[in-house]
């Protein structure tokens, strides 16, 4: 089995590891006191072809792949958690939907410009009565003419908030089947229609640069053309491109782990206590042994699930594997990492405050680990069944 990364995934995580150093790691903390998302930071990165890395070169994409995505996550994330969650917003949940279902003219309307990195995407499912439950949303899109008309409100969207916003794609209930379930359609809106505003930043408990609103479609029109793939089969199509973001968030977690680690191995290292580095004492080595393993373990799963993706064979069970795990072992990482530092890691101003407090919505964000765990049994059992 070759575990080495390809050639240009490497280089490629150098390029995202140097952007890092000197765009991103040097202001994070002041980005995050703020609570401001950089978006000229963005655009450099878009300047340097890093925003449309799953994407075609024929819309302005590099086409990369999911291994060499994940290894820049391990670069990016570990510089900056927020300002990460939102390029990996961008790339994955925001512009796959175009990429995979969209049309030839609507790619080179929307999908050009974000994988180019001139605008930010944003995607819309999550409602204030809706998250895990994805067929429970009511936001609603009807058709009266050349236009769909679209009521109702999503909650905790990212990047729609952005000065460098190009809109949303969304997921609306368009009518319902014969045997009363509903119908779904996936309608792109772009930013400044009419009918579409956006409330005020919302405040978090972590992941401060991040720009996450509430989305508000009163009378909302728009073009019958920006309705994306086929009408009733909105739901699917989200739940067709959910795997791939997955991949990414588990690589986030795992970028999370990998730095909080990689603090508690200098501080243990440097700080001394009753005559001796932190490091020389048994308990806090036991604890480092088991944050490198995790580490490991999570780092293989993240990778499997990608190489699934890259090769064309299933890796739905795999991303929710490597979701799982990974984002349950960044958060026992954080934790770990914070006690080792002691009251250091409790302030706002060591790194590793901003890791733990990030840590969480890991478990939440793109499908909840109870989500995933169903998932995961779903397709054991199913495959235990057919074995029988």
């Known amino acids: ?21 000197a765009e991103i790691e040097p202001h994070a903390e002041s980005w995050s006191e703020a609570e401001r998302f950089p978006a000229e930071v963005f655009l450099k990165m878009g300047a340097l072809d890093l925003t449309g890395l799953l994407i075609p070169q024929e819309y302005g994409g590099t086409d990369a792949g999911y291994l060499s995505y994940v290894a820049a996550m391990e670069a990016i994330g570990a510089a900056d958690q927020s300002f990460a969650a939102c390029w990996n917003a ?18 080179r309307t929307w999908l050009t410009p974000l994988a180019q990195g001139t605008h930010i995407g944003a995607f819309g499912l999550t409602e204030p009565t809706a998250g895990s439950d994805a067929s429970g949303i009511r936001t609603t899109a009807r058709r009266e003419g050349d236009e769909w008309v679209i009521d109702g409100t999503k909650m905790f969207i990212t990047n729609a908030g952005t000065e460098i916003s190009l809109g949303a794609t969304i997921l609306a209930v368009t009518g319902r089947n014969a045997d009363d379930t509903k119908r779904f359609g996936t309608f792109f809106v ?24 509430e989305l508000i479609f009163e009378n909302c029109r728009i073009p019958a053309e920006n309705l994306i793939g086929e009408e009733g089969n909105g739901l ?12 990414s968030v588990a690589a986030l977690a795992l970028s999370l782990a990998q730095e909080a680690l990689r603090l508690a191995t200098a501080h243990a290292a440097a700080r001394e206590q009753f005559g001796k580095p932190l490091s020389a004492f048994q308990a806090v080595q036991h604890m480092i042994a088991d944050m490198a393993t995790e580490v490991e373990a999570a780092r293989a799963l993240v990778y499997r699930a990608a190489w699934l993706a890259d090769n064309g064979k299933p ?34 101003e060591s790194k590793i405050s901003r890791l733990y407090a990030d840590a969480k919505v ?24 057919q074995r029988s």
């Open 90 to 107: 961008h790339s994955t949940i925001a512009s796959l939907p175009l990429a995979v279902f969209g049309t030839d003219e609507q790619k």
């Open 1 to 21: 089995m070759d575990l080495d990364l390809p050639a240009e995934a490497l280089e490629l995580q150098r390029l995202c590891r140097d952007f890092a150093a």
């Open 236 to 247: 699917r199509q989200f739940l067709d491109v959910l795997d791939a973001g997955r991949i």
């Open 362 to 385: 890991l478990e939440i964000g793109e499908g909840t680990n109870e989500i995933q765990r169903n998932v995961i049994a779903r397709n054991v059992l199913r495959a235990a069944s």
């Open 315 to 348: 890796f739905g069970q795999a991303a929710a594997m490597a979701k799982l795990y990974a984002s349950e072992a960044a958060n026992r990482a954080a934790g770990a990492s914070v006690q080792i530092h002691g009251g250091y890691g409790y302030i706002r």
């Open 190 to 213: 772009p930013t400044g229609t009419p009918g579409y505003s956006v409330g005020a930043p919302l405040k978090k408990i972590g992941w401060h640069a991040m720009d996450s609103r």
